[in-house]
């Protein structure tokens, strides 16, 4: 089925490890965005890419690198993990970046103990 | 900076009434808005969205207004029921160094339905 998938669902890791969050969507769209979600709070903005390779910062981007080789797959890595970065992770994809509605996954949980 | 926030953090609706969840940008260069439906456990889901050259837009059931004076955005459910239980989101355009523009969310809603 057509659609946007992230794994893993849930990760444990330990502070200082790397970690990589997959996302992987089916429909061909040129933009894909990371979004972190913390508890009882809103979406914030981590990078987003309008093509292969082509990425931007969003609004929390420190700690956090991203790849786009492929249109289809938007790799999310923190490269040594810290508690702060406890948060649920969402992946999205539009057709048009900020002018056409976001198709969401449905999350990684990680936890950074 | 730019941000985009909401007026109530909850609100508590009696099943069929109709609901109201406001919004407030900052930013006046934002030419695209959007409401999204997030329940426990899922991702955001799209609801309904409107351009800044509309004051109005209507879906089933919900309807959203957009006032650029005040910069202020609202979104109205009807006969509010039971699975509209959920956090509701706004969300907003801002144009991004590489001129691809990105989308900025508000902190979100929760709506409660009393039976």
């Known amino acids: 089925d057509a659609g946007i998938t992230q794994s893993p669902r849930y990760k444990i890791t330990e502070t200082g490890r790397q970690v990589t969050l997959m996302c992987h969507q089916t429909?061909?769209?040129?933009?894909m965005f990371w979004y972190r979600q913390d508890l009882g709070h809103g979406l914030r903005l981590i990078y987003y890419?309008?093509?292969?390779?082509?990425?931007d910062k969003g609004e929390v981007p420190d700690g956090y690198v991203v790849s786009r080789s492929k249109t289809e797959n938007f790799p999310l890595t923190l490269e040594s993990a810290t508690r702060s970065q406890t948060s649920v992770y969402f992946c999205?994809?539009?057709?048009?970046?900020?002018?056409?509605?976001?198709?969401f996954g449905n999350g990684t949980r990680l936890t950074v103990t | 900076g730019e941000s985009v926030g909401l007026h109530l953090p909850t609100l508590s609706v009696q099943e069929g009434d109709n609901s109201i969840i406001n919004c407030a940008y900052s930013?006046?260069?934002?030419?695209?808005f959007i409401w999204y439906k997030q329940e426990s456990g899922k991702g955001p889901q799209f609801i309904i969205d409107?351009?800044?050259?509309?004051d109005k837009r209507q879906g089933q059931r919900v309807t959203v207004l957009l006032n650029k004076t005040v910069k202020h955005l609202s979104l109205q459910i009807a006969a509010t029921q039971p699975g509209d239980s959920a956090v509701y989101f706004c969300?907003?355009?801002?144009?991004?160094?590489?001129?691809?523009?990105?989308?900025?969310f508000g902190s979100g809603t929760r709506l409660s339905i009393r039976p």
């Open positions: 999205a994809s539009s057709e048009r970046g900020g002018d056409s509605p976001l198709h």
């Open positions: 930013n006046s260069a934002s030419d695209y």
């Open positions: 969300a907003e355009n801002i144009e991004g160094y590489s001129s691809a523009s990105k989308i900025i």
């Open positions: 429909w061909s769209h040129s933009y």
């Open positions: 409107i351009r800044s050259n509309m």
């Open positions: 890419s309008a093509a292969a390779d082509i990425t």
